[in-house]
């Protein structure tokens, strides 16, 4: 960073460093088993809070609901005003930077999320995002829709 910007520069919160494994271990991962009629959905935590984000490779960035924010204790977290466009048209949202992800295994961060209400899952199980390329480029998603089973490999 130049000199001169130093003095009015912010200091963010560094992503903590990943534990290196050991010579021979296994990459970290994760395999869970889907419903071939639904999307797949992965297990997530934010600040320690469980979450459950659908897998949208379509998705650039991963979106939490405003609910889901507050419940991680992001809910006054500043952020920045953005117009998202999906399926369904133009919104408007917000980026907010969280400092890690839990994902299969593995901590990913810092993320800039897009912070927007959910449409109704239409679903049984609580969704409470989408989890996005941003994120899923570290890992190697491999599906098996015969076997109803997905992986998340740490790449």
């Keep these: ?41 992965v297990a997530v935590r934010l600040n320690g809070v469980p979450l459950t984000l659908v897998v949208d490779t379509g998705a650039e960035r991963t979106v939490l609901s405003p609910a889901v924010m507050e419940r991680a204790g992001f809910g006054g977290q500043p952020g920045r005003p953005i ?3 999906g399926a369904t048209g133009e ?13 299969a295994g593995a901590r990913i961060g810092p993320v800039a999320v897009i912070v927007h209400e959910l449409p109704p899952a239409g679903r049984a199980e609580r969704v409470d995002g ?4 941003d994120v899923l480029d570290a890992f190697t998603l491999t599906v098996d829709t015969a076997s109803g089973r997905a992986t998340l490999m740490l790449r």
């Design 1 to 41: 960073m130049p000199a001169e910007h130093r003095a009015a520069a912010l200091r963010l919160r560094a992503p903590q460093p990943r534990p290196t494994p050991p010579p021979g271990a296994p990459p970290e991962g994760a395999t869970f088993t889907f419903d071939r009629r639904a999307p797949i959905t």
């Design 83 to 85: 117009r998202i466009v």
């Design 91 to 103: 919104a408007a949202a917000k980026l907010v930077t969280v400092p890690l992800l839990d994902v």
């Design 130 to 133: 989408l989890l996005g390329r």
